[in-house]
């Protein structure tokens, strides 16, 4: 004869919530594991959590020595690195996608089990009837479905942190890239006005010759001067551009603004290709993180909507109780159900029509966004070829001309 199997409103109950959570959990234990591997280097566990904090709160500023000290050239992978490293910017957004992931187990737990106890006042000390009292355990269950959306809610939010994670580090790189070139170029642009400044002091010394001969104006002597203390002002005005370049880059790097960086390489590499313009857009919408977090962020509110719509179906409490008041011993435990009446059918629509303007929201905000980056990578484009045009004419037409003039 088969044993049979006992199963009880409890275990039909934990059946229900726990179907389909396996796979969220695994996402979630996945997630987890891609941010520890994210962590910036500049965060350091604070005790007793997994938390991270920027190592420049454990002192001055001033006192943290620069990546680059002893360096002669600036390089610009190195840079890039060591602000991916060292930026708070990041590890603020990092401590934000750890802090959304954290949500997941909280959401899609069990409210913690109640117990009661009381005792009946007028038993105490009583000779006549026994010491009276009763206790009582219940557990709440929310209606089938409600984790797995609060769950599915949570798991979106933490991924769209993720991507604002992966957004704000291109970010940095777009202006650790940015601060560098302007860096680089009034380097170059310093180097070219010392020269400049030489050349002028010659063609000077040479006019004062021939003006001494009197073989031209005094005004070509004259001429010569103005513009060598017009290229002596654009120096100066040059070495307070590089300052602040200097100063930028250091705000990247949590450093201070006055700490001295090496001086950029001589030659940078040659121009990278890009994708071709025809398929820049479509390349776009595929690849920007920002646009991947808004698209799970309103995944996050489609969610919320069918939550808030389950909220109309009561939650099931399971009790278990015991009270000594009885005479009979077979009475003194019970076990039995509850569930709560969801007769606030105004809250709750108002909490339907809140949920769905906020999806509403969000697909606005991810077509909005959408249109924002295909113009921003049409903009982009234009200036690109405009730059190209640039370089191909300083290098066919303007530079060979003026070498010839001189």
């Known amino acids: 004869m088969r044993p049979r199997t006992k199963i009880t409103t409890t275990g039909i109950a934990a059946l229900l919530l726990l179907s389909g959570c396996a796979a969220k959990l695994d996402r979630y234990h996945s997630l987890r594991a891609d941010a520890l591997k994210s962590a910036p280097r500049s965060t350091r566990p604070l005790s007793g959590a997994g938390l991270g904090?920027?190592?420049?709160?454990?002192?001055d500023l001033r006192t943290i020595p620069s990546p680059f000290a002893g360096r002669t050239v600036l390089e610009l992978d190195d840079l890039r690195l060591e602000v991916l490293a060292r930026n708070p910017t990041l590890a603020a957004m990092h401590?934000?996608?750890?802090?959304?992931?954290?949500?997941?187990?909280?959401?899609?737990?069990?409210?913690?089990?109640?117990?009661?106890?009381?005792?009946?006042?007028?038993?105490?000390?009583?000779?006549?009837?026994?010491?009276?009292?009763?206790?009582?355990?219940?557990?709440?269950?929310?209606?089938?479905?409600?984790?797995?959306?609060?769950?599915?809610?949570?798991?979106?939010?933490?991924?769209?942190?993720?991507?604002?994670?992966?957004?704000?580090?291109?970010?940095?790189?777009?202006?650790?890239e940015t601060a560098f070139y302007d860096y680089y170029f009034l380097h170059r642009a310093i180097d070219i006005n010392r020269f400049n400044q030489e050349l002028l002091l010659e063609l000077k010394r040479i006019a004062q010759t021939r003006y001494g001969a009197g073989l031209v104006h005094k005004q070509d002597a004259l001429q010569a001067e103005v513009e060598h203390q017009h290229l002596i002002h654009h120096g100066i005005v040059l070495e307070r551009a590089r300052s602040v370049a200097s100063a930028r880059?250091?705000?990247?790097?949590?450093?201070?603004?006055?700490?001295?960086?090496?001086?950029?390489?001589?030659?940078?590499?040659?121009i990278r290709p890009v994708v071709p313009r025809d398929q820049l857009g479509d390349y776009a919408l595929r690849s920007r993180p920002e646009l991947d977090a808004l698209a799970l962020r309103f995944r996050a509110r489609q969610a919320e909507v069918a939550l808030t719509k389950r909220e109309f179906f009561p939650d099931l409490a399971v009790i278990g109780s015991y009270n000594s008041l009885w005479d009979?011993?077979?009475?003194?435990?019970?076990?039995?159900?509850?569930?709560?009446?969801?007769?606030?059918?105004?809250r709750r629509r108002a909490a339907l029509s809140e949920a769905e303007a906020k999806?509403?929201?969000?697909?606005?905000?991810?077509?909005?966004?959408h249109a924002q980056v295909l113009f921003e990578v049409s903009r982009a484009?234009?200036?690109v070829a405009e730059s190209a045009h640039v370089v191909r004419l300083y290098g066919s037409s303007i530079v060979p001309a003026s070498e010839e003039s001189l």
Not at 53 to 59: C, F, I, K, Y
Not at 157 to 162: D, I, K, P, S
Not at 328 to 346: M, S
């Open 359 to 369: 999806a509403r929201q969000a697909r606005a905000h991810l077509e909005e966004a």
């Open 53 to 59: 904090v920027p190592a420049s709160l454990a002192g």
């Open 249 to 270: 880059i250091n705000t990247l790097l949590n450093l201070p603004p006055e700490t001295i960086l090496p001086a950029p390489p001589v030659k940078l590499p040659g």
């Open 95 to 176: 401590s934000a996608w750890q802090a959304a992931l954290a949500r997941y187990p909280q959401v899609t737990a069990l409210d913690d089990p109640r117990f009661a106890y009381g005792i009946a006042p007028g038993t105490i000390g009583s000779s006549d009837v026994n010491f009276g009292q009763t206790l009582e355990l219940s557990q709440r269950f929310p209606w089938p479905g409600k984790l797995k959306l609060r769950g599915q809610a949570a798991l979106a939010e933490a991924q769209a942190a993720g991507r604002d994670f992966e957004a704000t580090k291109l970010r940095l790189i777009e202006s650790t």
């Open 328 to 346: 009979a011993a077979e009475r003194r435990p019970t076990a039995g159900f509850g569930f709560n009446v969801p007769i606030q059918l105004g």
């Open 381 to 383: 484009a234009d200036e």
